[in-house]
């Protein structure tokens, strides 16, 4: 009886350790499966989340140039709160909210928001990018009055649309330029940079940009001293603003014509 009863308990208390082990065993990789099921459903949502962002991103995008106010909803819709930090789309989101409200002529002063641009654009990412990154960090920072600052940075940006002979954007940087100048009182250089702005524009096709820009050229040409080919391009000018109805422009133009007289 005493041995039955001792093969018994062993035999009882060898079925009954290794249950007693593996049972914490079973709920630790329960959990685990619990918590990567979680995570795999967290993940899932977020790539949705970024996929929908980036398509709102490339619709703001197509529709900044025709459209800007339009750009501008999309963008003012999107909670930029909860994207990757220090992510491409992040920095795109920051990029083109700015130059969306710029495109809107909201005068914005504040640089946290391309700050964000300019840390991932600088080292990385499309040359393009990059330049629109550094043309609207000096488009805040004059709006700080930090011409030096701004200087720099339209100054990259010109240098960037030239190597990718973006005719357009090296005129739209150029222009920046020769203001900077003009507000520095350097003349020889605004009359440099308003040239390049105007010759760039010529090329590009937009009527409404070219007009300005003889504008500015006319205005760089009179604080040279030169008044003849400064009367020529007032002259010029406000033809082409009177037939396309440009008001304002035309009497900016009459006011720079009286300084003659």
């Known amino acids: 009886g005493a041995i039955n009863g001792s093969h018994l308990w062993v035999k009882v208390s060898a079925v009954a350790c290794p249950l007693s082990q593996h049972r914490p065993v079973t709920l630790q990789m329960r959990n685990l499966a619990i918590l990567f099921i979680i995570a795999i459903a967290a993940l899932s949502a977020a790539c949705s989340r970024n996929a929908a962002t980036e398509a709102a991103l490339d619709r703001a995008d197509s529709l900044m140039s025709e459209h800007p106010d339009s750009a501008l909803a999309i963008l003012s819709a999107i909670d930029g709160t909860p994207l990757p930090q ?146 020529e391009l007032i002259a010029q000018t406000l033809d082409s603003a009177k037939a396309r109805g440009m008001q304002a422009l035309e009497a900016d133009l009459y006011a720079n014509l009286g300084k003659f007289y």
């Open 86 to 231: 220090g992510s491409e789309l992040q920095a795109r989101y920051a990029l083109l909210l700015t130059q969306a409200k710029f495109r809107n002529y909201i005068q914005e002063s504040d640089d946290s928001l391309i700050s964000i641009a300019v840390k991932y654009y600088s080292g990385k990412g499309a040359k393009h990018l990059r330049m629109l990154t550094y043309y609207y960090k000096g488009s805040v920072e004059y709006c700080r009055k930090e011409y030096p600052q701004a200087l720099t940075s339209m100054l990259n940006a010109y240098d960037l649309a030239q190597e990718l002979d973006d005719k357009f954007w090296t005129a739209m940087s150029a222009r920046e330029i020769s203001a900077i100048y003009n507000l520095t009182y350097n003349h020889v250089e605004e009359l440099k940079y308003a040239i390049i702005a105007y010759e760039n524009f010529k090329q590009t096709n937009k009527q409404v940009h070219t007009i300005c820009a003889a504008s500015n050229l006319a205005q760089a040409y009179y604080n040279m001293k030169d008044s003849i080919k400064a009367i």
